[in-house]
């Protein structure tokens, strides 16, 4: 039940978002303080709960297909997010928004998306440790680069946020599945799906704290971020396949290169930019937005099968 209710990830996207935008003032409250920081690091400690220290050796005996994944990831998604917000002359807020969702690493739903893919769970954790665990430095430093030409972007700050909110929880995680692994196996059925729910309430969060924004600009943002994610998983399965990959690992690439963690995006957009108000409006429509053609795709993947 639990399983299922954990693949069921894109319809609580919808139905928190959709409630968020009719009843706002149901979630607004939470969008004060470190509400919104504190759901994120439960995130990615659920994340490290699931991670041993097995999971960092397997890197050692995939080394190119991790590299391909993991260069995908940080050359693909920042340029094209910068390119798009270009082309649609996307005003600063929301083209800030979408351009550290491009530099953000890949998210803990990719995961997911491709265990109901049917692809390689394993390397899709692998790869989203190692983008993760690199965010520290190359998620500020992206910013600064396609990001700073907008508005001033402090780069330390972004580093020490990224520690705070991604590393410290991961680390944790995993310390605790070494250290009290039997109390990690006891809440390791519930922890996917307390993962999911927690992305959604993020999203919805932001989504009520700016519910009539995006009601009034919702149509832009979401060509844009439809037109991000989408082309980073064509982009990323097409190039996989190019450098070799079978099928199976393409599409996990893909998967890991078409969904970001759009959670950092908006915990990032919050801490680093408090002026422009509307910025992590952009990470909310993000993570609807990769959720949905992330699973389509997967759904359609897991039909046609290994073919």
């Given at each position: ?7 069921l ?10 409630a ?8 607004i ?9 504190l759901?994120?690091?439960?995130v ?10 097995d ?6 005996r ?29 005003p ?15 998210g803990?739903?990719s ?21 993760t665990?690199?965010a ?27 520690l ?14 070494r ?8 809440v ?13 309430v993020?999203?919805a969060?932001?989504?009520a704290a ?12 979401l ?6 994610h ?50 992590p ?13 992330g699973?389509?795709l997967?759904v359609?993947?897991r039909?046609?099968?290994p073919?």
């Amino acid at each position: 039940m639990l399983q299922k209710l954990t693949l069921l990830f894109p319809l609580w996207m919808i139905v928190l978002c959709a409630a968020a935008l009719i009843w706002p003032e149901w979630l607004i409250f939470l969008n004060q303080g470190s509400v919104v920081v504190l759901i994120l690091a439960f995130v990615m400690l659920c994340m490290g709960l699931t991670l041993t220290f097995d999971d960092f050796r397997r890197i050692a005996r995939m080394p190119k297909t991790v590299a391909i994944g993991f260069a995908a990831q940080y050359s693909i998604m920042p340029p094209l997010a910068y390119g798009i917000a270009y082309t649609l002359s996307l005003p600063d807020y929301f083209a800030v928004g979408l351009i550290l969702v491009g530099c953000c690493p890949g998210g803990t739903a990719s995961n997911l998306v491709t265990y109901i893919a049917k692809a390689d769970v394993a390397l899709s954790v692998v790869m989203t440790v190692c983008s993760t665990l690199a965010a520290v430095v190359l998620t500020p430093l992206l910013t600064q680069l396609f990001a700073g030409a907008l508005v001033p972007v402090d780069s330390w700050l972004l580093f020490k946020q990224t520690l705070q909110v991604v590393i410290l929880p991961v680390v944790l995680g995993v310390l605790l599945n070494r250290w009290v692994p039997r109390l990690v196996q006891s809440v390791m059925p519930v922890a996917p799906l307390l993962s999911v729910l927690g992305v959604c309430v993020i999203c919805a969060i932001v989504f009520a704290a700016h519910a009539e924004s995006i009601l009034n600009h919702g149509a832009e943002l979401l060509l844009a971020t439809a037109l991000l994610h989408g082309s980073g998983f064509f982009i990323g399965y097409h190039l996989a396949k190019l450098l070799g990959c079978q099928l199976q690992t393409a599409r996990t690439i893909a998967v890991e290169v078409g969904m970001q963690n759009s959670g950092l995006a908006i915990v990032l957009a919050k801490q680093a930019f408090p002026v422009l108000l509307l910025t992590p409006v952009a990470g909310a429509v993000s993570a609807l937005m990769h959720s949905l053609i992330g699973s389509l795709l997967a759904v359609l993947w897991r039909i046609r099968g290994p073919s």
